[in-house]
């Protein structure tokens, strides 16, 4: 029940955002409407042609700089040692939506940080010196000396002193189970023409803001810390398919299809351009998190084979190439993708991909010599770390300061 009243909030959201697109909007009144009009009929002066609306003028951009940390520069120093990788899942900006008792809530409280516990986190991953640089900038593809492309770590300079943070955010699709359980809506450029979220208050109240989703909490963040990243990164968005792409319904669905639906689908490709080429604008890059979230370590070659494609044509297609994969549930495809290099691993990376990232206890990485590939780890600030793991991200920040822990669920914690 709860998921088909989700079904028919998100549709009655897509329709009403349909109406605003369609209806009429500063059409001119014709010439023989004007209230100087001594002509004007009784019945045009009842209903008057509706007041031109005026066009929102955007502001102008704030420039932004994005430079290459592979390049030496005075004053900075190289780092050859390992890069730090944090990914998060879309933050919950209502905790008592998200831990209300319900079936999605252990879920929640094992996957995702709440917005208190995330800004803390920036912070003291800020105080301790780390600084953020693209993953993207970290590897580089090359020739070997056998003449075969390869895959090389790149030395990153670095202001002295400073580490380096790779941050990626998995699903930042803001599925319709997200929506009812206290995160973010969508993506939206707000009127001071920077990235905000969109989204319903718990009283159902509309709320524009850049304090409620990691997205804009960390360009807000850098804007006020501009030395957290020298290099102008953000995070890589790791996005799947199946629900669109940032809160915009740019899906296809093979069972149920009409042209109602692909017309309403083009209009949100459309919608969801203009926060695609913001984002970009402004250090943020984008991977693959697969389609359908799938297993890449069960399903069969074809099935993935399938997928890649539909990702490519409704995914790739909006946010441009990458070479980053982000694999579903951590799961390695062939088994163990670093020992081995299976078919379904040649398969996607003949694709494009060069960069698999998964989920581990360490920021661990392997550049595979039989394929220009690299593999890496990534660590994962959730509920399930601050509750289990709390040595394991001392280096970062200590759990004890960060977990709200009366307003996540009572369940069991390792430390007190
Ligand atoms: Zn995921």
Known sequence: MRQFTSLLLTLLLIF??????????????????TAEDPAVSSEDAENPAPEPEEEPVPPEPEPYEISDPTEEKEGYVPWNGVVEHLFFHPVIAYPELAFDGDAQANGLDDFMVTVDEYNKILQSCYDKGYVLVDIADVWSETTGEDGQPKMIRNTLYLPEGKKPLILSYDD???YPYMLENGLAYKLIIGEDG???????????EEVVSRDLDAIPILDKFVEEHPDFSPFGAKGCLSLTGYEGILGYRTQTDTKNWDDAREANRQKEREAVKPIVEELKRTGWTFGSHTWGHIRLGTLSLDTIKADTRRWYDEVGSLVGETTILFYPHGERPDGNDWKNTGPVFQYLQSTGFRV????????????????????CDRLHPDGTTLRHS????????????IMDVDVRPQREIDWS
């Open 356 to 375: 698999f990232a998964s989920v581990g206890v360490e920021s661990f990485s392997f550049i595979k010599k039989d394929i220009c590939a690299v593999i």
């Open 172 to 174: 930042t699709n803001y």
């Open 390 to 401: 709390r040595d394991r991200y001392l280096q970062f920040y200590d759990a004890k300061d």
């Open 194 to 204: 920077k990235i905000a979220s969109w989204g319903l208050d718990p009283k159902g």
């Open 16 to 33: 009403s955002l349909a109406a605003c697109a369609a209806a009429p909007s500063g059409d001119p009144p014709s010439s023989s409407g």
